[in-house]
């Protein structure tokens, strides 16, 4: 499916903040102040780790035209898209494909969660400054 820039920079970031939390589960405050607290290289390295889990099933995902809402996808949608993922991916054993895939289409589905509702492009109104 095709996000734009911003849905996906939201979903990243949101899937890392939950292997973040995974990998970090002791903590004191909110997931955005410890989230901040990190250096940038570990925002990186945990963006780029979200990202290399995510996006290839997001991409996977079949066409929904969406207008104030987040697009809505069946479990079997993101089962098929993460298998499809995991498939890119190459050889694995049955049994770590499995794990992979489920994990994948959770993490997609928690990152669909958090993007921001679409607006209908034909309704931007621009000011007449710009």
């Given at each position: 499916m095709k996000f734009t820039e911003r849905e996906m920079t939201v979903a990243v970031k949101a899937v890392?903040?939950?292997?973040?939390?995974?990998?970090?589960?002791?903590?004191?405050?909110?997931?955005?102040?410890?989230w901040d607290r990190l250096a940038p290289i570990e925002r990186y390295e945990?963006?780029?780790?979200?990202?290399d889990l995510v996006l290839p099933v997001l991409l996977a995902l079949p066409e929904r035209?969406?207008?104030?809402?987040?697009?809505?996808?069946?479990?079997e949608e993101?089962?098929?898209?993460a298998g499809e993922a995991a498939d890119a991916r190459g050889e694995?054993?049955?049994k770590a494909r499995?794990?992979?895939v489920a994990v994948t289409a959770r993490l997609a589905r928690a990152a669909v969660a958090a993007m921001p509702v679409?607006?209908?492009p034909d309704a931007l109104i621009v000011p007449d400054h710009l």
């Open positions: 890392a903040q939950q292997l973040m939390l995974a990998t970090r589960p002791l903590g004191r405050g909110s997931v955005d102040a410890r945990k963006l780029s780790a979200a990202g035209p969406t207008v104030g809402a987040t697009p809505a996808f069946t479990a993101y089962d098929a898209a694995q054993t049955p499995k794990r992979l679409r607006q209908d």
